[in-house]
């Protein structure tokens, strides 16, 4: 009986050591993560997310993340081709693909795949120019990306993507910048109102023919102008000499040309002007019939303003007489 208990209390312990030992062996993998198995310092294999089981003393887990990783790049300054200083910082996506090479390959490849973002930066920065850090960024990205992406895939880590963040510039160069966009602005401007006045004038230059093949629409052209100046302010217009009778004039004054093959006459004096036509006189009478030009000659009919003239013209008709 003695015997049975004592069989009883070992298989007891040897039950618990057992239990302990098994409990001590198993590991859980997580779904983003890869456990690569280290027995007796080689690697074993590379265990799938789930609940592992390892000999407790004999192998090792460690756990690799295959999420995607972000890391920022610090800002890093250098001369561009165009000798101008610049700090540039990027951010950094990359997710292992290989976690045995990322573990046996390198050290740590977390600080490894930083270093080499940072000199890659640093060798873009100064194989580039200004104007394409500030304007031409996907290329730049591809290309930073090719750079960082050669070495990190002997350590089983792929770059996704790289992006360049910001391009700060020294004050001085912002506002020579700024000072030069505002002069292609006005030159713009210009360039702009000096194509709107050569339209203009082309369109005017064609209005002028027109008009001079009709000379009536410069007339309702003059009234038009005259009614816009009258609605927009209150003000008087005094018109002293219609547009009717400077045509009249013009048309009474000018002379019939010569015959062809006639002879030249010698010159005669001035004759007398001849009696008006029955048409034109009613057109001097119609003239003469507006309200402008009878004021004008009931003012001059005045003796004061008869007066006036005499002064300020010259003798009047007694000194003539004389």
């Known amino acids: 009986m003695d015997v049975l208990y004592l069989l009883v209390g070992w298989l007891a312990a040897f039950a618990v050591i057992a239990g302990i030992g098994l409990a001590a062996g198993v590991r859980v993998v997580t779904q983003y993560e890869k456990g690569v198995v280290f027995r007796l310092g080689r690697v074993r294999a590379v265990r799938e997310p789930g609940m592992r ?19 920022p790049v610090p800002a890093q300054e250098g001369i561009t081709r165009d000798n101008v200083t610049v700090r540039v910082d990027a951010v950094v996506y990359f997710r292992v693909i290989d976690p045995m090479r990322a573990l046996i390959e390198v050290q740590d490849y977390l600080f490894a795949v930083a270093q080499v973002a940072q000199t890659s930066l640093r060798s873009i920065i100064g194989k580039s120019e200004l104007d394409d850090l500030l304007s031409n ?81 410069l007339q309702l052209r003059f009234l038009e102008t005259v009614v816009q100046v009258a609605a927009e302010k209150n003000s008087t217009l005094v018109l002293p000499f219609p547009v009717e009778l400077l045509r009249f004039l013009e048309r009474s004054g000018r002379a019939p040309a010569p015959a062809a093959g006639s002879e030249t006459a010698p010159e005669q004096p001035a004759a007398e002007p001849s009696a008006l036509e029955p048409a034109a006189l009613g057109e001097l009478m119609a003239a003469l019939a507006q309200p402008g030009i009878r004021e004008a000659l009931a003012a001059l009919e005045q003796p004061g303003a008869q007066a006036k003239t005499n002064a300020a013209g010259g003798p009047g008709r007694g000194e003539e007489s004389a």
Do not use: C, F, Y
Request: charged fraction near 30%.
């Open 137 to 217: 960024r996907e290329q730049l990205n591809k290309g930073l990306e090719l750079m960082i992406d050669s070495p990190a895939i002997n350590w089983g880590v792929h770059i996704d993507r790289v992006e360049i963040k910001d391009v700060a510039l020294p004050d001085a160069l912002k506002r020579s910048m700024s000072r030069q966009a505002e002069a292609e602005r006005e030159r713009r401007a210009r360039i702009i109102s000096a194509e709107g006045e050569l339209q203009a004038s082309e369109k005017l230059a064609a209005a002028a023919a027109n008009m001079a093949h009709a000379p009536a629409a």
């Open 53 to 71: 089981l390892l000999i407790p003393g004999v192998d090792k887990m460690q756990k690799v993340s295959m999420q995607v990783i972000t890391m």
